[in-house]
């Protein structure tokens, strides 16, 4: 028994032994690390103070940018609306019917949209003044008329009442504005293009991602928005399926004419020449459903003969022989002839050479709208923020007529 209590006396002696060296190491590394922290603390006081009050200004303006970004610009199309279980009980074209309205609800301009535009305008505005002071601007296009989407262009003109200089000149002037040291902040990719029938100025303002277009005494623009805004109220199916149709050709970049593609006042002619002509809105206006008309927009579109016929939506909407009228263009037959209203002698499609492309993607959502009767597998929402490379590759550094010329000899062949 001797024996075993010397060993429990040993044991119990190591153990005190052991905890007071732990204790004694725990209190040398809280001693280092106070020192330490002592050392850090006098060197960076001024450092946190400064970054405190600077984190505190920039924190509230990345919030209000963050804000406006997203509630504006970044257009985050995900499916709120379940389009498979919330109509699945109604007739298939009341179901798209439905899907389309709360498409457009979704994607329709808001007051944000408005507020951060116009201030983008104004920022525009101050510096042309700075050069030209007996200048006036005015704004057409989709931002004009009110039928934009969150990722459209602001589309401006500059008109000077007495200038000396071509439009070429002054739009060259206007880009190395834009490029100096004081607007780079602001804006960024500006590109002069010259070669184009309306020479213009292509820039992105940098805090929303918007892209503008500037050109210099553009006659008839209020005119053309004007227009607009008439056929808009007499037609009230029109603004939802011109967003919609808009969307549609933006995935499939076919929505710019300088590309090839239908621009957006030439495809609300096509929209109220369908209505025009549809028994639907003829004898329910009000009432009209949207997913018949969105079908028959595309089968109509995807099988017209382009080559013979025009449109017109003078005296309520006609076709007409592009040969009687002479109008006919033997160098390029396949192009679509659109007639403006304002002027008839103005195509308003005649830049759109990418027609078999706009075919092709028409017969395609026509087919997948019959079989399914659902907006999700023509729109691909879910992928859209996905496919930036596609414009990238799209563009061809503003050179297109290169793509253009490639499918002329397809376009000739195949109507």
Known sequence: MSKTNKLSKKQQALESLFQLYQEMSDQVKRTKTNDNKNKNKNNNKNETQNKSKTQNKNQKNKQTKQEEIRSCIVFKPTLRWEPIYKYSHL?????????IMDFYEA???TE?????RDKIVREITKIVKSKWKESTIEIYGSYASGCYLPFSDIDLTVLIPSTVQSCEEL???LGSILRSKKNQKKFKEVVVIKTAKVPIVKLKDKENEISIDIS??????????ELTK???QTYPPLLPLLLLIKFFLKQHNLNEPFYGGIGSYSLM???VSHLQMHPCVNEFPTIANLGTLLIDFFDLYAKFNYITTGISINNNGYYFNKQIVGVFDFTQPHLPYVQDPLDSKNNTTRSSYGILECREAFASAYKSLAQHASLKPILNINNYNNNKQLEDEYKEEYYPQKRLRKN???LNQKF
């Open 408 to 410: 002329r000899n397809q």
């Open 107 to 109: 994607i329709k301009p």
């Open 269 to 271: 002619l096509m929209i």
């Open 112 to 116: 944000q949209n408005q507020r951060t």
């Open 216 to 225: 210099f005494n553009l006659k008839n623009c209020r005119k053309a928005v």
């Open 91 to 99: 007739d298939p074209t009341l179901k798209l019917h439905g899907e």
């Open 171 to 173: 739009v060259q002037r």
């Open 230 to 232: 008439l056929q808009i």
